[in-house]
């Protein structure tokens, strides 16, 4: 489930579907870094390639929210995975909500707001993989190079 906290206070609950155990979505802060009414999403600009048992074809979403470069985005789920919702896990990564959740957050939210992932089960984002700093403790963050 997502809860949505605006100024401290419980605003919205909404059911989600997060990344599988082959692909999943991970823990800490993620900062929201650009948004898309739609936007396109290929298998490819995640590495995968026709024949890949993870693979699929080319698919527009809608209300894309970018929270990680490597591909994690908060967005509404596709047709198919509108079930998963609150159930089970399915995605490639992304936070997958309904279609009036998605818009939801797409219009409440914007570049630099912070969405918090817990509880499943993978590390934080790295450092490099967008906004990921938030998730490193000063005496590592002040060390790098």
């Known amino acids: 489930m997502m809860k949505v906290y605006i100024d401290g206070n419980l605003a919205e609950t909404f059911p989600i579907t997060l990344g599988t155990e082959e692909w999943p979505s991970t823990i800490g802060f993620h900062v929201v870094m650009e948004q898309y009414e739609s936007t396109r999403f290929t298998a490819e600009s995640i590495g995968l390639e026709p024949g890949d048992e993870a693979y699929y074809e080319p698919t527009v979403v809608n209300h894309a929210s970018r929270i990680s470069n490597g591909g994690a985005f908060v967005h509404e789920a596709l047709p198919a995975a509108q079930e998963a919702l609150g159930n089970f896990n399915v995605s490639h990564g992304c936070i997958g909500m309904s279609p009036e959740g998605a818009k939801y957050f797409y219009d409440t939210f914007g570049p630099g707001d912070v969405v918090e992932v ?24 002040n060390s790098q190079p």
């Open 118 to 141: 817990r509880n499943t089960g993978y590390g934080p984002m790295f450092m490099w993989d967008g906004f990921g700093d938030w998730n490193t403790p000063w005496s590592e963050y």
